[in-house]
């Protein structure tokens, strides 16, 4: 049959043709790459390669021998996370389903041998669904369209992967950090405790005065077994998140500090605007949206007319006479839709049009009010935790400050001081709080500016907010 | 260094005090120009250079007002106002008082001077003046609502009375009196006898002081007015030890002191080195049959009292309330006492917290009075006082009656340190120490104990030594 399929010429432009549209996981990781390049730095990639595998465990390995910045970990997590890769690889699959929309189905090849006395006849049918012909131009726009939607499907994954990431990082490091502050206290606590027992001892302090002291310096042991675990689960928990093995976590260590609030909060009016250019829901919604209305417009031919058309040729060998004959020609079949002429069918694409369309609207409705709430949760952290930088904990100070010149003129104890002492390493632990509130409102916010607020950080938007006011309210601890 | 500026000396004497923007310039000029005291130092004595001729008084940390003779009537003018005391160096206290200081200047004129005092008020609430112990007519008295109305703001009173009594007096206002007072409103008054009187000795230094208690939060500067009995600052005329001068005086001088009290509490004064007589009290002199040598008498709460000593002893004698807390300045009362608590291993962890975070109190408070530790702006050390053995380690209501051989008469300069004779000073033992007697027991007791604690507490005592030195 080597000659015979001259259509296969047809077959291979039609494949040209949609193989030309056809979009690999590389082109789709360089797109997310950009529209995630605050987030990812353009480095997202899918590993396949032992060569790439490597190329990233040294990398891990370079990032992992210094304290971990919060940039250094979204980029350890892009290259070491086995989660991510998965994430990754999934889209690579359905990208190729929705590549395979623009495809042709293969060619139908059918043979049949028919022997009637003397006659025998081969009969060889080349067949494509020649509405698939037909419609290629729909199908490739149909492909296209899913394939955008699994672009943005992939982009929305990494981002909210690295804001996992960054928020992991964050109460890693501020679980770190509260927990030198719950080590003072406790010293302190410890301090006063010992001393109060001295006192009694020596006749000092009754039972009642010295057992004040000891039992703040048990609740502290309290709190600092808290803070103690809140710095493990905080730790695995990023160790989870970047994909670390045993080896890898043993290595990590974190900043000593969360970094400094930035000079000024974002402005709301570039909030706005870069929402508006990259919110992915909304690209999501308008394309799916897209997808409704070419999936309606295809199908509905397709319920009008089933057309497969194919090339026929039919060898017939005569053997009575000793001769062969070639029939050649095209078959076409049609099925009429005499059954069911499509209307329940156009029904329900008009109602997901509708859906799709309202969808749409939805989206982009509630894309505006998150960013208002996002940014609010943004900016009322921001605004606390500075109040805490610029005034309370230099307040604290002052009274600390103030307190030691009055235990110099003995006109409070040491049991006093030391009282005050631990007030004011609360306000630390609450300035910390509040600064941890707001790296992770900061990191929700930059989600919710790309349009993922909800799949990344489901309590964030509303959660930020409250508590550091509950801090301040001396409810939080 | 005489500040004090007398208004009949002419010219430069005339003090801008008074702005008067309240108080009309009609008025004001048929008064005696009011005289201000700028410094709290003690002044000499004021000679009297009109009217009867008298022994004058030295008040401690204070002046004698001026006053001018206006047909035969001494006439004074007290200006009430708010003013700022230096109560010791480096610690000043919003008072009011009157013309430039609290207490006001102190009052002096003879037994049967008719006496005019123009009062002005530059207070920013009422006032009026009792003049406390005086026989006068029933509307001098002062007392605001029952004798007379109240002097408003910007206005100014005359009382006029005759002084009939010879004796020791005060004046402080007789209304909204408990803040006035805990204010530093108020006075001294000295009747002194027209001729010799039987019972009043001559004398050739005559002190005078009030005795005035303050509630001043360390690191601020306006009095409390609520504090009932709880005072942190004893002073004499507003000033506390280290600020409050000594008594300078010369050997074999007959000294007299005379004290008026108005805080809240008694006070027992107590002199060292000699025995004196309580020659006088609130009713004037005290008939000889009644007194009696004491080191220390007790001044009740509104009471005067004149004590006479010959000062026969040379020597820096301390002269101070026998009350411990009345010679500390401010100081926590809720301070728990850390006597016998090793703490210096757990300073470390607190100096992590706290960290110029010291020992203090383990061997008692005088690490108080030796170490120069910041304290909150405007506050006085607890105790001090650098004596020349060391630290004095008083506050409040403590001074020094200097007696020299060398001091001259007239002359209330201080002489400086006293100079012991040879041998006439406390040493230190040289060689080893014998091994003391030892309490055994409780002792007996009077009475049968009951409801004790079920068991014998061991109290456990740690005694110097005990090798922390060095703090
Ligand atoms: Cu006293």
Redesign the pocket.
């Known amino acids: 049959m080597k000659p015979a399929f001259r259509l296969s010429a047809l077959a291979a432009v039609v494949l040209t043709l949609t193989g030309c549209a056809s979009v690999s996981i590389d082109d789709a990781l360089k797109e997310t790459n950009a529209r995630s390049e605050p987030f990812t730095q353009g480095k997202v990639e899918l590993s396949r390669t032992k060569a790439q595998r490597d190329q990233r465990a040294a990398l891990t390995n370079e990032l992992l021998s210094r304290p971990l910045t919060q940039s250094d970990a979204v980029q350890v997590a892009l290259a070491n996370s086995p989660s991510l890769q998965a994430l990754i690889a999934q889209s690579a699959v359905n990208l190729a389903l929705a590549n395979q929309v623009g495809r042709l189905p293969n060619p139908i090849l059918s043979f049949e041998r028919v022997r009637l006395n003397d006659e025998l006849e081969l009969g060889r049918l080349l067949s494509f669904g020649l509405v698939d012909i037909l419609l290629l131009p729909q199908r490739l726009g149909l492909s296209r369209s899913q394939a955008e939607q699994a672009k943005i499907q992939l982009t929305g994954v990494v981002i909210d992967q690295v804001t996992q990431v960054k928020q992991a990082w964050v109460r890693a490091v501020a679980a770190q950090q509260a927990l030198s502050y719950a080590e003072q206290v406790n010293r302190s606590a410890q301090a006063s405790a010992q001393l109060a027992r001295r006192m009694q001892l020596v006749g000092n302090f009754s039972k009642l005065q010295r057992a004040r002291q000891q039992v703040f310096y048990a609740d502290a042991t309290t709190d600092l077994a808290l803070a103690l675990h809140a710095v493990t689960a905080t730790r695995e928990d990023l160790v989870r998140i970047l994909g670390l093995d045993e080896a890898q976590a043993t290595r990590l260590t974190l900043p000593a500090r969360l970094p400094d609030l930035p000079k000024a909060p974002r402005d709301p009016q570039e909030v706005s605007k870069t929402a508006a250019q990259q919110r992915l829901d909304v690209q999501l919604a308008r394309s799916q949206l897209d997808l409704v209305g070419r999936a309606q417009g295809f199908n509905l031919l397709g319920t009008f007319i089933d057309v497969e058309v194919g090339a026929r040729r039919d060898t017939v060998f005569d053997n009575a006479e000793g001769t062969q004959s070639t029939g050649r020609g095209f078959e076409l079949d049609i099925r009429l839709p005499l059954f069911d002429w499509g209307g329940a069918r156009r029904d329900l694409f008009s109602a997901q049009t509708l859906a799709a369309a309202n969808r749409y609207d939805a989206t982009v409705r509630g894309a505006s009010s998150q960013l208002r709430e996002g940014y609010s949760a943004y900016r009322t952290s921001y605004d606390v935790a500075r109040h805490y930088r610029d005034e309370i904990v230099p307040l604290r100070q002052a009274i600390a400050d103030e307190n030691m010149l009055r235990y110099n003129g003995m006109f409070i104890g040491v049991f006093e001081l030391l009282a005050e002492a631990r007030a004011q390493v609360t306000s630390v632990r609450r300035a910390i709080d509040a600064q941890h509130q707001f790296w992770l409102a900061d990191a929700s916010l930059a989600a919710a500016v790309i349009g993922r607020p909800g799949g990344a950080v489901p309590a964030m938007a509303s959660g930020a907010a409250p508590a550091p006011a509950a801090a301040a309210a001396g409810a939080a601890h | 260094m005489n500040n004090r500026r007398n208004f009949l000396s002419g010219a430069g004497a005339i003090t801008g005090t008074l702005a008067a923007a309240s108080v009309s310039k009609v008025a004001m000029a048929a008064l005696p120009e009011p005289v201000l005291q700028t410094t709290p130092n003690t002044m000499p004595p004021l000679m009297p250079s009109s009217g009867r001729p008298y022994n004058p008084v030295v008040t401690l940390n204070g002046w004698t007002l001026p006053w001018r003779m206006n047909n035969g009537v001494k006439e004074f003018h007290l200006v009430a106002e708010p003013v700022v005391r230096e109560m010791a160096p480096g610690f000043k206290a919003n008072l009011w008082g009157y013309n430039g200081q609290s207490p006001g200047p102190t009052i002096e004129v003879v037994e049967g001077d008719r006496v005019r005092i123009f009062v002005t008020n530059k207070l920013p609430e009422h006032t009026s003046v009792h003049w406390h112990g005086q026989r006068l007519p029933n509307g001098m008295d002062g007392v605001t609502g029952l004798t007379q109305p109240a002097i408003r703001p910007g206005k100014t009173f005359v009382y006029e009375f005759v002084a009939r009594r010879p004796g020791t007096f005060m004046y402080h206002p007789h209304a909204d009196e408990m803040v006035q007072m805990a204010m530093g409103m108020m006075g001294f008054w000295v009747t002194h006898p027209k001729t010799r009187h039987p019972l009043i000795e001559e004398v050739n230094r005559d002190f005078v002081f009030l005795l005035n208690a303050y509630d001043v939060e360390p690191g601020s500067a306006t009095p409390k007015i609520m504090t009932m009995l709880d005072f942190n600052l004893?002073s004499w005329n507003s000033r506390i030890f280290p600020g409050i001068d000594s008594l300078n005086v010369r050997l074999n001088d007959k000294v007299r002191i005379r004290m008026g009290n108005l805080t809240m509490?008694n006070?027992p004064m107590h002199l060292h080195g000699h025995e004196f007589l309580v020659t006088g009290t609130d009713g004037g002199p005290t008939p000889k049959t009644t007194r009696q040598y004491e080191v220390t008498t007790d001044v009740a709460v509104g009471q005067m009292r004149q004590i006479e000593f010959l000062a026969d002893e040379e020597g820096d004698w301390a002269f101070h309330?026998h009350?411990s807390h009345?010679t500390m300045n401010a100081m926590g009362h809720d301070v728990p006492t850390m006597i016998g608590v090793d703490h210096k291993d757990v300073t470390k962890q607190i100096a992590d917290l706290v960290p110029d975070y010291m020992v203090m109190g383990e061997r008692g408070m005088a690490d108080m009075g030796e170490m120069e530790m910041p304290l909150p702006d405007n506050t006085a050390r607890m105790m001090s006082g650098e004596g020349p053995f060391g630290s004095v380690e008083m506050g409040g209501?403590f001074s020094v009656v200097k007696v020299r051989k060398d001091q001259k008469a007239g002359d209330y300069s201080n002489p400086g340190w006293f100079k012991h004779p040879k041998g006439t000073v406390a040493y230190e033992l040289d060689g080893p120490v014998p091994e003391g007697p030892r309490q055994q027991g409780a002792g007996a007791a009077a009475m049968p104990v009951q409801n004790m604690p079920a068991k014998n507490i061991e109290v456990q005592v740690r005694k110097p030594g005990a090798g922390h030195a060095g703090h």
Do not use: L
């Open positions: 004893w509490t006070h309330c009350k009345h209501m």
